[in-house]
């Protein structure tokens, strides 16, 4: 639903969260693909995230994806601060004309979108018989 909005949106669109899933995993790829968003560890490493109190086992839970008129200025992961994941700063700059030097983002197929739908609606089959009448 996101992804589809994202595609869809005239304006610059940043998404940014605790997405709970790798960026190498399917469905972030899927995502990606449907909504057409730059990924910005692209070639700058994996910035783990989660677990910040276990310094051997960590993931790249975190994500920010943005458009393509959009372009990275910095990005770095900062200390600790009490959370159980590290926050990410993103420094982005306003430049519709500069579209060269991202990365090149595969649209997204016909079996894409009926993946996504197929989640979408297994999740408001799940919310409608979980919810009380």
């Known amino acids: 639903m996101v992804g589809a909005a994202a ?3 005239p304006l610059a669109v940043i998404v ?3 997405m709970n899933d790798v960026a190498w995993s399917s469905t972030t790829r899927r995502f990606q693909r449907i909504s057409g968003l ?4 692209i070639c700058r490493g994996i910035y783990a995230t989660y677990h910040a109190k276990l310094p051997i086992m960590r993931w790249p839970l975190d994500h920010v994806f943005f458009s393509e008129e959009l372009r990275l200025v910095e990005m770095r992961r900062l200390g600790r601060f009490g ?5 990410i700063l993103i420094t982005l700059s306003h430049e519709p004309a500069e579209r ?5 983002v595969p649209p997204a197929d016909r079996e ?3 993946e996504a739908r197929e989640v979408i609606e297994d999740a408001r089959d ?3 018989s979980d919810s009380p009448e």
């Open 7 to 9: 595609e869809r949106s």
């Open 16 to 18: 940014a969260g605790d």
């Open 112 to 114: 894409d979108r009926a």
């Open 126 to 128: 799940k919310h409608d």
């Open 100 to 104: 060269e030097g991202h990365e090149e």
């Open 83 to 87: 959370s159980d994941h590290f926050p």
């Open 38 to 41: 730059l990924d910005p560890r």
